[in-house]
């Protein structure tokens, strides 16, 4: 489905940012996706304040929940996102990033993270 066929409600950013839900934690997860194959990079968590960093500054910025702190993606490895374009899912309570990724996304060096795929025919376990 092209994005042009989805119908789109365009938001500011204070907009965007106040139609967030996250959880009891204070934390959304957000999907980055490659703006131009589509690929399904990764999923991430995100704060109020690693959101609004990201929508302001174009640099993709997460919450790590083992280390407690904002991480911008590719500080230490180089392996950075740019922002492309913000989505918002219809509860609110999830986000999609949709990505230019310099280098790998995955911490393993894999070009994704999602490389590993159920080899059994669904239903058949």
Known sequence: ????SVDRNQ??????????????GGLV????????SGAVLMLAWMNEESLRRTLTTG??????RSRQQLWRKGE????????VEAWLDC?????LLKVDQTGPACHT???TCFFRV????????
């Open 29 to 36: 997860p957000a999907v980055a996706q490659d703006a131009r």
């Open 11 to 24: 938001l500011s950013t204070d907009e965007f940012l106040a139609a967030v839900n996250y959880d009891s």
């Open 91 to 95: 509860d609110g309570d999830t986000l």
């Open 76 to 83: 230490t490895s180089g392996h950075t996102q740019r922002l």
């Open 118 to 125: 159920l080899g059994d025919n669904p239903g058949d376990a």
């Open 1 to 4: 489905m092209s994005d042009r």
């Open 59 to 64: 640099d993709v910025t997460y919450w790590s």
């Open 109 to 111: 060096g894999a070009a």
